[in-house]
């Protein structure tokens, strides 16, 4: 069974970075699959902001892209995100997520709180 865990601070200043990692176990990042990141802000739907591949190609979604990075640490089978520059539009529940193409996000974790304010 494939586990997925955010961890990360839950409050961040704005201009600051958002750094999250998500823990795998039950499965390695190296063998398939897409390790996505996604947002779900108070009251509205969810965001996907981007994956790494299996073999560490990284994927953004064009709206977060200038902000958005994603790497992994194949060593501790986690990846991680950092968005930059945040505003309190970034206030958001950030899930990981596995991806697999053909039935889309399979494995989520439950979720962090991210709350951006001074």
């Known amino acids: 069974q494939v586990q997925l865990q955010e961890s990360g601070p839950g409050l961040v200043k704005p201009s600051q970075t958002l750094s999250l990692t998500c823990t795998v176990s039950?499965?390695?990042?190296?063998?398939?699959?897409?390790w996505n990141w996604i947002r779900q802000p108070p009251g509205k739907g969810l965001e996907w902001i981007g994956y790494?591949?299996?073999?560490?190609?990284?994927y953004y979604s064009p709206s977060l892209k200038s902000r958005t990075s994603i790497s992994r640490d194949t060593s501790k089978n986690q990846f991680s995100l950092r968005l930059s520059s945040v505003t309190p539009e970034d206030t958001a529940v950030y899930y990981c997520?596995?991806?697999?193409?053909?039935?889309?996000?399979?494995?989520w974790g439950k979720g962090t709180l991210v709350t951006v304010s001074s």
């Open positions: 790494i591949t299996y073999s560490g190609n990284t």
């Open positions: 997520a596995r991806g697999d193409g053909a039935v889309g996000m399979d494995y």
């Open positions: 039950g499965g390695s990042i190296t063998n398939g699959y897409a």
